[in-house]
């Protein structure tokens, strides 16, 4: 269903051109999937005040792939969170599960976004899925009109899914016996 549905995304309307018209995943949308809250605080990250240096979380930039980087900032088994090993799970389930990275290693980039995280702020975090769905969404349809077919697919493809889930009702065989048009 995922491939089929990248197929009618128009990137000029950022919306999927079905025969029913045009649809897309909203803020709202994302809010009412994923229970993030519709209001928080604008990440900045170029004007966001680094309260716990990089420096000082020790984080091992060359471990970069996921399995590495979780060997490397792995606390033991019976003491409690570091700051260190949470921002570094937040990293990492940020670039692999949330944000779904194609290069399969941990970027820097997420650190101001994990300590914010880390810190308890409010962030609007909703708008940053959304707009990587979109940009996620322009590339595997650009990628899937090559001759070559479709490679490494990335991104938070798992929030499309569940919204193509939420917003076609399903048919069922009650439906297909009783109403056979369908």
């Not at 609007?124 to 490494?152: I, Q, V």
């Amino acid at each position: 269903m995922l491939l089929s549905a990248i197929f009618f995304w128009n990137r000029e309307t950022r919306a999927f051109e079905f025969p029913c018209g045009f649809v897309c995943p909203t803020l709202l949308d994302v809010a009412a999937i994923i229970g993030l809250a519709p209001t928080r605080d604008r990440l900045h990250p170029d004007l966001f005040e680094e309260e716990i240096l990089i420096k000082e979380t020790s984080i091992s930039w060359e471990k970069k792939t996921y399995l590495a980087f979780i060997n490397a900032h792995m606390g033991q088994g019976n003491t409690p969170v570091s700051t260190l090993e949470h921002i570094a799970f937040l990293m990492y389930w940020l670039s692999a599960c949330v944000f779904c990275t194609p290069s399969l290693q941990v970027p820097k980039y997420y650190y101001i976004l994990a300590q914010a995280l880390h810190l308890g702020k409010k962030i609007f975090l909703r708008k940053l899925l959304l707009a990587s769905l979109y940009t996620c969404l322009d590339e595997a349809s650009e990628s899937l009109s090559r001759d070559s077919g479709p490679r490494n697919l990335s991104g938070p493809l798992w929030l499309v899914q569940l919204w193509l889930n939420a917003i076609f009702e399903k048919k069922t065989f009650f439906n297909l016996h009783f109403h056979p048009e369908l």
